[in-house]
């Protein structure tokens, strides 16, 4: 079932509430949905968490397999993220190839952790040129109510920061060590509805946007990615106004993330 | 825990008979089942069974797509089996390969044989199984997910499939293998009950059976399966009970 | 399913009562024998050598000679006669094909439609998102779910917003003889269309769409705990604005046309409708598919 047709009276109605600054749940234009995240949720996965912002469920699993490097960077890990945007989740995603959606919300997530030096992938290396560490990040989408950007980004960050690496098993090292983390990025997704910019969108909103940006943040103050979709537009001042959002929401659910 | 035998393969009976688990031949692994486990889906179910978690999910009936494939006086069921990345020791490549598609057909081709399909034209029935942590039976495990998924979901069906894996393990028949009795043992024959009519819709099996051995694995299964209908059944009235709390998590 | 936002169809109808004559509430689930001396098996079960079984999980409801089961959870089934809210997916020549959370798209002809339209002009009536109240005129075996949009009533919805709750739910938002609703829109000062497949347009002051919408979720979700009738009132009551000073007038919709209600190329007769008839008297042939709860 490709993408519902939404009702065009609910999209006007949705647009005229923000004017008054209220949303479809009740929410306030800023006020962001209760978000768990529940560390080692699969115990086949070397590090794992399940994020879930309202209904919105991501399961991220990380699995930590020996491979070879890339050619022009012998001294360093792989890392590697996917998005799974399964119809299991949602009546919009079909199964087959990847929907465009699933390609750019893996490489959102991507570009937040690599930017935020997530993790220090030389420290990755066994054998340079010969032996590293693969770093699979899977995302897997279970219940898609809005937000999956910020919501597969603390399901990553989740089973990274909770993950071990197989040392034993892989027969690299004596004992098994926590995966070193040195960074913690979280995205955080405002969705513009006439004047106002909401935080934290539901589907309905995600599809009466007028222009979406997800702003990831670290935890000493940098930006380290930014997204911009949807067709709409942002003046420069509503950026500065969303990073400054972006973080006072990615610090608290940071720490969620975390579990700290 | 069973001890490491000769080659490195575990010793899966005990003198005393008991299993590498410590259950008996005739043991379950824990079953626990959380229907309506997701919000989105028309119905849904969360099985954890032994070490396997397993998400299923159920839309429809509703339009067929692609279009050419809706049959004109019944609806179709539509099943993806798959597998994340992250179930299983070695990371798997995400999409659908060989062994998901066949276990796909054989999923559908069970719950064709159980839904009142006749009753909803030109719809697909989809059904949708994650195996999210595997430890042998996913298959299994994903129509137990699935069949309360489809009563969660209000579908017409004779009635709900309880199913389970008999196999052998040391030359003895044992129910519902775990994941080194599946990889060491000598037979695994999974099956899918309809506990209305005493009659199976899944059935495959690989390995070495006498005659006799086949006999007594069916009437295990067949008792496995009846043990297991039990808590899919609980599930759902846990589920539908005056005053359940909503598993799937509505935001307040 | 996406039309309307879902105050949250995890409801899915609990706590509906069964006609049993016990009183007593019956859950059934699939495959369970039914025992059934001398009945005859209606919607929900099956016979099989004599013997009747339930095929949905829902509520056991005996009306010799039938026995049925009331399904607790599912999509919404169209049956003559109702009366749904619906969006507009696509739009041909000749006809339109509507979403109303039923199995199956329902197209609507152009002849069934207040209005006299050429071939291929259908766009300029109805355009794809457009939300309209359709009844539904027959349900064929090859599936088709034929609607119309000539009848009292039905048309257009211009303004105001949709919201979607668990079909199994919506008697009780009716309420006996229309109680549950005509307090509602006499608390909030909106007008509704309540439509059959769980569907139901709201629209008045932003406010009092709101407080609408939150009783929806209260009888959606929590319909099941005794009281509903209540904590509804209460709710209501304490939420009122008061001496609110706009123009909207508190009524009964179905009375008088209203400035702000549907409006067509050709003006409809009345606004859309509540379902205020007692359901129980709209049994078609065999059945009738609503058993409201007695706490009312």
């Known amino acids: 079932m490709s993408d519902e047709v939404t009702a065009e009276i609910l999209t006007t109605h949705i647009l005229d509430l923000a004017k008054s600054g209220k949303r479809l749940d009740g929410r306030g234009l800023d006020d962001y949905r209760e978000v768990t995240v529940e560390h080692g949720f699969v115990t086949s996965a070397d590090g794992s968490a399940l994020a879930t912002i309202g209904t919105t469920k991501v399961l991220c699993g990380v699995k930590l397999e020996l491979g070879k490097p890339f050619p022009d960077t012998p001294n360093a890990g792989v890392l590697t993220t ?43 290396c066994v054998t340079p040129g010969e032996k590293t560490w693969v770093c699979y990040v899977d995302m897997h989408v279970l ?42 990025p979280v995205e955080c997704t405002f969705v513009r509805l006439g004047d106002a910019i909401v935080v934290d969108p539901l589907v309905d909103e995600e599809k009466a946007a007028q222009g979406r940006l997800t702003v990831a943040t670290d935890e000493i103050g940098n930006i380290v990615a930014m997204q911009k979709g949807l067709i709409g537009a942002f003046s420069p001042s509503d950026v500065k106004e969303i990073v400054e959002r972006a973080f006072q929401h990615g610090d608290r659910n940071r720490a969620i993330a975390r579990g700290v | 825990m069973g001890s490491v035998g000769a080659k490195d393969v575990p010793v899966l009976l005990t003198p005393d008979g008991l299993r590498i688990d410590g259950r008996r031949l005739n043991e379950l692994r824990p079953l626990k089942i959380t229907a309506g486990a997701l919000h989105e889906a028309d119905g849904s179910a969360f099985v954890e069974w032994g070490a396997n978690k397993v998400m299923a999910a159920v839309y429809g009936p509703r339009e067929v797509h692609p279009r050419h494939l809706q049959e004109n006086n019944k609806a179709i069921v539509q099943c993806r089996y798959n597998m994340a990345a992250f179930s299983v020791d ?13 276990i796909s057909k054989v999923i559908a081709e069970a719950f064709e044989s159980a839904i009142f399909a006749e009753e909803y034209p030109r719809t697909s029935v989809d059904v949708y199984i994650e195996v999210l942590q595997a430890n042998a039976g996913t298959r299994c495990a994903g129509v137990v997910a699935a069949s309360v998924a489809l009563a969660d979901a209000g579908i017409p069906m004779v009635d709900l499939l309880p199913s389970v894996a008999v196999g052998k393990v ?83 | 399913m996406g039309s309307g936002h879902r105050s949250g169809h995890r409801g899915r109808g609990r706590g509906a009562e ?68 619906g969006t507009v997916t696509d739009v041909q020549g000749t006809f339109w ?22 071939f291929g002009e259908t766009e300029q009536y109805l355009r794809v998102g457009d939300a309209v109240v359709v009844s539904v005129e027959s349900i064929e075996n090859t599936g088709r779910i034929g609607v119309t949009m000539l009848g009292d009533g039905l048309g257009k919805l211009e303004g105001g917003t949709i919201v979607e709750i668990s079909p199994a739910r919506v008697p009780r938002v009716i309420g006996r003889n ?9 608390l909030t000062d909106c007008q509704v269309a309540v439509g059959q497949n769980g569907r139901i347009w709201i629209d008045g002051p932003d406010e009092g769409i709101i407080r609408v919408r939150e009783c929806l979720r209260m009888i959606d979700e929590e319909g099941h705990r005794s009281g509903l009738t209540e904590r509804i009132q209460k709710y209501l009551e304490s939420t009122q604005t008061p001496g609110s000073t706009h123009d909207y007038r508190s009524r009964i919709v179905g009375d008088l046309p209203h400035e702000a209600g549907p409006t067509n190329p050709i003006d409809l007769p009345t606004p859309p409708p509540l379902d205020l008839e007692d359901p129980a008297a709209r049994a078609p042939a065999e059945e009738s598919d609503n058993d409201l709860p007695p706490d009312y």
């Open chain 3, 97 to 118: 094909l509507l979403d109303i959370a039923a199995p199956r798209w329902a197209p609507l002809h152009m002849t069934g439609t207040p209005w006299k339209i050429d």
């Open chain 2, 170 to 252: 040391a030359g003895k028949i044992a129910l519902d293998l775990k994941k080194e009795e599946d990889n060491f043992g000598e037979a695994d024959m999974p099956m899918a009950l309809v506990p209305q009519s005493g009659r199976l819709v899944l059935l495959q099996m690989e390995g070495h059976l006498t005659r006799p051995e086949l006999a007594e694995a069916l009437d295990l299964g067949v008792a496995g399966c009846r043990q297991i209908y039990q808590v899919m059944k609980q599930a759902l009235r846990d589920r539908y009970a005056s005053d359940g709390p909503d598993p799937s998590g509505v935001s307040p």
């Open chain 2, 90 to 102: 070695e990371r798997k490549r995400p999409g659908l390969d060989r062994r998901s598609q066949e």
């Open chain 3, 178 to 186: 229309g109680s549950m609703i005509q307090t509602i829109t006499k």
């Open chain 1, 82 to 124: 996917n998005a799974e945007l399964i119809p299991l989740s949602s009546p919009m995603f079909e199964p087959g190839p990847p929907h465009p959606r699933a390609i750019e919300v893996s490489r959102v997530v991507d570009r937040a952790i690599r930017a935020a030096e997530t993790i220090d992938l030389t420290k990755l």
């Open chain 3, 18 to 85: 069964s006609s049993h004559p016990s009183g007593e509430r019956i859950l059934v689930l699939p495959g369970e024998e039914i025992p059934a001396e001398g009945l005859r098996p209606g919607s929900g079960t099956y016979r099989v050598n004599g013997r009747i079984y339930a095929s949905v999980l829902g509520l056991l409801s005996l009306r010799p000679p039938l026995v049925r089961i009331i399904p607790l959870s599912g999509r919404y089934i169209p049956k003559p006669q109702d009366t749904v809210v």
């Open chain 1, 143 to 184: 219940d898609h109510s809005g937000n999956l950007i910020d919501a597969a980004c603390l399901a990553a960050l989740g089973a990274l920061t909770h993950a071990i690496l197989p040392n034993k098993a892989f027969e690299v090292g004596p004992e098994d060590v926590p995966l070193a983390v040195n960074h913690f």
